[in-house]
């Protein structure tokens, strides 16, 4: 059976593969939500909690799987910069019900200390967010199958910009944006948190 790439956006009851994804769509949010929510059992509830709702960054409707005789190997979040812009206000707007009212005031100043560590994109970029592989296809070309995918999934909508967002010492994920030919634009960094990320960018408005 060939590999094929799809939008659970496009599926019956795509909730049936949170058990799935929720792993790596955690690990990719790490080590920001860590830090948000407190800790990483706080953290994987609220990705959890996220996944399952719609207007979400993380909703698994904004997700594509890659299928492999019947069984996902890993996927990718992605967005419109003008989804994501409404998406991200949602979620912030949801923490005053998901978080525990004990931790919510630290929460919120945690998020007010860290507002600007992401870059927006702009109304005309395609956002590719977080990607996962699952750990026995990983160092097969799975990642990098899955992420020309979804720039092409990008191209076919219209968009000709591209945008992420890199931890800085996740290098991997830093190669594999930089062999699509992405160029790193900006370092943002939140001192109260002791973190630094990269905004990284692609246009193809030329080709």
């Not at 800790?39 to 594509?64: C, H, Q, T």
């Not at 109260?192 to 990269?198: C, D, F, P």
Request: aromatic letters at 10%.
């Amino acid at each position: 059976m060939a590999d094929v790439y799809q939008s659970l956006a496009e599926v019956e009851n795509p909730e049936q593969y949170i058990q799935h994804a929720a792993p790596w769509v955690y690990l990719a949010n790490k080590p920001y939500l860590d830090w948000l929510f407190g800790g990483e059992d706080e953290a994987k509830r609220i990705v959890d909690i996220w996944m399952r709702r719609d207007s979400s960054e993380l909703s698994i409707r904004n997700i594509s799987l890659l299928f492999r005789d019947g069984k996902p190997l890993g996927g990718l979040v992605a967005l419109t910069g003008e989804n994501l812009a409404r998406s991200r206000k949602a979620d912030m707007l949801a923490i005053m019900k998901d978080v525990d009212p004990p931790e919510r005031d630290a929460v919120l100043k945690r998020l007010k200390a860290c507002g600007n560590l992401f870059v927006y994109p702009g109304r005309d970029e395609y956002y590719l967010a977080k990607m996962g592989v699952v750990r026995e296809a990983r160092g097969t070309g799975v990642a990098k199958f899955i992420f020309g995918s979804s720039i092409e999934v990008g191209a076919k909508l219209g968009y000709r910009k591209f945008r992420g967002d890199v931890h800085v010492d996740n290098l991997a994920a830093l190669r594999l944006y930089q062999s699509f030919g992405f160029e790193i634009v900006q370092e943002t960094s939140c001192p109260e948190a002791g973190l630094s990320y990269v905004s990284v960018f692609l246009d193809r408005s030329g080709n």
